[in-house]
């Protein structure tokens, strides 16, 4: 069975850094699709970033929301079979759980449309707050 494993959330101040990590089993990260998306508590799940493909027409493209653009990075270690997500300048408003997500159809470009996704990893909480 396809796992993915989140890691790396806290709390943090305003201003701060942290870096999630997104580890997978039983399943090859480098052909699917990734994203990272987040909820918070009363609002639907969004889209933070995602990485295609490593095989697709793209490869290895990135995208980000605009809310986060030019502070979050995402990247991809093939060797770790682990996606991250490298997040500065964190805002209170980028409270929320983390999740990773993994498209089980391979060889594509990456959304950041949560209903796109088949594989979730379980959540990690990040707290931006003085």
């Known amino acids: 069975q396809v796992q993915l494993v989140e890691s790396g959330g806290g709390l943090v101040q305003p201003g701060g850094s942290l870096r999630l990590s997104c580890a997978a089993s039983?399943?090859?990260?480098?052909?699917?699709?990734v994203g990272w998306f987040r909820q918070a508590p009363g609002k639907e799940r969004e889209g933070v970033s995602c990485i295609s493909s490593s095989s697709s027409s793209s490869p290895d493209s990135t995208y980000y929301a605009d809310s986060v653009k030019g502070r979050f990075t995402i990247s991809r270690d093939s060797a770790k079979n682990t996606v991250y997500l490298q997040m500065n300048s964190l805002k209170p408003e980028d409270t929320a759980v983390y999740y990773c997500?993994?498209?089980?159809?391979?060889?594509?470009?990456?959304?950041?449309?949560?209903?796109?996704?088949?594989?979730w990893g379980q959540g990690t909480q990040v707290t931006v707050s003085s």
């Open positions: 997500a993994a498209d089980r159809i391979l060889d594509r470009l990456c959304t950041l449309n949560p209903y796109e996704y088949d594989y």
């Open positions: 039983r399943f090859t990260l480098d052909y699917s699709p």
